[in-house]
């Protein structure tokens, strides 16, 4: 049976557990926590872009010649490129660099609950689907700076370490450029929570004029940037994930208003990383009109969801239960949805391959990866491009250097 699929059923029946017998929700969470980590550093050429990280890291030399700019040149970010290679240095095949990467994402990911999520398993149980199957398992570089903000940036941003905080962001960026949004929250802490109501409803009228015709050519002309016409005119809605980002916003903006009616004020910590969590859904509305990155943007305040969800449930009255057994349901749902996207992404569905059936392959049997993926062939094919990718930079940074007056 598929490995993912067991730890994330696990991760249910350890939710199930906690919410009804809290007297071992220790014990259940430390079971949970462990074999989440295991199953994550101990694969193998598993995750959609996991053969596009190795090829990165063969790529990468151990000796950055800075007199040509290496450090700030070609793809990927400086702060990656230094890690890889610091890896390199001590002769680490990829396969240890990633199990190292695994073990600091799911110690980073365990300080946040600990401090942040009552209900820790519930906790990792709904980060499953918007972090550790998409981004840990296989985008590796935001995966890291997502584990980065929630471990080490929250705090600071809760506690109001400005200088800090805009420290953590600057190098969670440098491994990948989606962190520069964290650079927001400073501002967004002193807001109320009804202007952030009220941005989201302007980030959604702003996603949809964006998507207008003689909007998208203006603005193309205005700014000829790569990204700018890939997210104007190549880019797609995807109704179902605007859908849930909408449904999931207003569950808990309905919860939040509740509790504040019901307490006479909300607690500060939970209202604080709700409207962090805001945040995520204005991103989301503006670019939505490109799927892509509106989930890369997106999905770096969603990871906040898990917490928000926790504050939010304390109490056991209906509202708070009929709230934890919707974000239960979806939660099992975006699972299901985002282990078969895993498996048809990675080119395994032609096989005959199932979400029920998925083979894991760990770094003890990594020559088994073979039979279910043309890894080797990936591999090779990746490496090539990078090795162009480089040499085309550095032409072009010569030419510009030399055309300079």
């Known amino acids: 049976m598929n490995l993912y699929l067991l730890i994330f059923l696990l991760l249910a029946a350890g939710t199930l557990s906690e919410w009804r017998c809290p007297g071992t929700k220790e014990k259940v969470y430390w079971v949970c926590w462990g074999a989440s980590a295991v199953c994550l550093c101990l694969r193998f050429g598993q995750g959609t872009d996991y053969v596009t990280y190795h090829a990165i890291y ?3 030399p151990t000796v950055m010649d800075l007199s040509q700019g290496y450090i700030f040149g070609f793809f990927p970010e400086p702060g990656w490129r230094l890690i890889c290679a610091l890896f390199k240095l ?9 199990m190292a990467l695994g073990a600091a994402d799911m110690l980073l990911l365990h300080r946040f609950l600990q401090k942040y999520a009552p209900l ?3 906790g990792l149980f709904l980060s499953y ?8 398992v296989s985008g590796l570089r935001q995966g890291l700076a997502m584990c980065l903000f929630l471990g080490i940036l929250v705090p600071f941003y809760l506690e109001k370490k400005w200088g800090r905080y805009v420290a953590g962001v600057l190098i969670a960026a440098s491994f990948h450029k989606v962190g520069y949004g964290w650079l927001v929250l400073p501002a967004v802490y002193y807001l109320p929570t009804e202007a952030m109501l009220a941005l989201t409803g302007l980030s959604a009228a702003g996603g949809l004029i964006l998507q207008a015709g003689a909007v998208e050519q203006f603005f193309v002309r205005l700014i000829p ?3 700018v016409k890939q997210f104007l005119l190549e880019g797609s809605i995807s109704i179902f994930a605007t859908g849930e980002r909408l449904l999931s916003f207003g569950v808990l903006t309905a919860l939040y208003i509740w509790n504040r009616k019901k307490d006479g004020q909300a607690d500060k910590r939970t209202e604080l990383l709700l409207k962090a969590y805001m945040c995520g859904t204005c991103f989301y509305m503006l670019l939505c009109g490109s799927s892509y990155y509106a989930s890369r943007y997106g999905v770096i305040f969603k990871v906040l969801e898990c917490a928000v969800v926790m504050g939010l449930i304390q109490g056991r009255e209906l509202p708070a239960r009929a709230a934890a057994a919707f974000f239960f349901a979806l939660t099992l ?14 080119g395994y569905a032609g096989a005959g391959i199932s979400v029920w059936n998925f083979p894991y392959v760990s770094v ?14 990936l591999l090779e094919e990746r490496y090539e491009d990078n090795i162009g990718d480089q040499q085309l930079w550095m032409i072009e940074d010569t030419e510009g250097t ?3 007056p």
């Open 58 to 60: 063969e790529t990468i």
């Open 402 to 404: 030399r055309n300079a």
């Open 129 to 136: 689907p918007a972090l550790y199957i998409v981004w840990m």
């Open 90 to 98: 001590c002769h680490a095949p990829f396969w240890v660099f990633t």
């Open 333 to 346: 749902l975006m699972g299901d949805k985002n282990l078969n996207a895993m498996i048809s992404e990675g």
């Open 364 to 377: 003890f049997n990594q020559d088994r990866i073979e039979a279910y993926r043309p890894y080797g062939r």
């Open 225 to 227: 940037a790569y990204h």
């Open 120 to 122: 820790k398993t519930a």
